[in-house]
């Protein structure tokens, strides 16, 4: 598994999203310097790149978005890519949300994250992917991070100390867990995006609405997100 005590500077993937904002609140919290980088990878989503924004001027951090909008045509086949494709709704389970996964696409993002760590002369990359991501997705699961963090470091070889490392903090931990802690970090949920569908405000039908709403019931948080009504006319 990769390192847990805090790093002097990190690159974090950023997308605007829950789970990224309170991972960047978290390592300011602790100290550490923080460059939030972000990708445009053709997502239905595309959204989550200005919600990513607001929050970067919150923060006062720096902000870079990587333009990867080719790999949307390249790595086809997924919801998040493909608008002929419908984002499944409910909760997520296997054999609905597998059409959410954009192949290798954490691969692509922390290994670009990695290259700009070292070239700022960061000791870390920082990555806020949780439990509940490991039986969906492939690229969040923690064999996969202990490999990839042994990618960064065999890539780099020479160039990079050698306590370099990746920072996954929430990695073992639930969804209703990073809400509890963004609730003591003061992170700004109602700034963050996590809708697949991308319209807008949050569907709160597909599996990440139903995943967000769900965790900030068990974390017993209130939820400032602003959902489409139901047919019977509730916002929940």
Known sequence: MPRTDAPRHAVLIFSGGLDSAVTAYKLRDEGVTVSLMSFN??????????????????????HDIVDLTSLGRILGGSALTEPAIAVPRGHYRAETM????????????????????????????????????????PDCRPE???????????GND?????DFQLVAPFLDLTKADIVREGAR???????TW??????????????????????????????PTLYVPSPQGAAR
């Open 98 to 137: 597998r059409s959410t996964v954009v192949p290798n696409r954490n691969a692509i993002m922390l290994e670009i994250a990695a290259g700009a760590a070292v070239a700022a002369g960061a000791d870390a990359v920082a990555f806020g992917a949780h439990s509940g991501d490991h039986a969906i997705y």
């Open 185 to 191: 970090l003061g992170v700004p949920f109602e700034l």
């Open 158 to 162: 020479g160039h990079i100390d050698a």
């Open 144 to 154: 996969f991070f202990t490999l990839i963090a042994a990618s960064m470091k065999a």
């Open 41 to 62: 990878y053709g997502q239905r989503h595309v959204k989550e790149l200005a919600h990513a924004a607001k929050l970067a001027d919150q923060l006062g951090l720096p």
């Open 194 to 223: 996590s809708c697949y569908e991308g319209g807008e405000m949050h569907c709160g039908a597909c599996g990440t609405c139903v995943e967000r709403r769900e965790a900030f019931d068990e974390a017993k948080v209130a939820d």
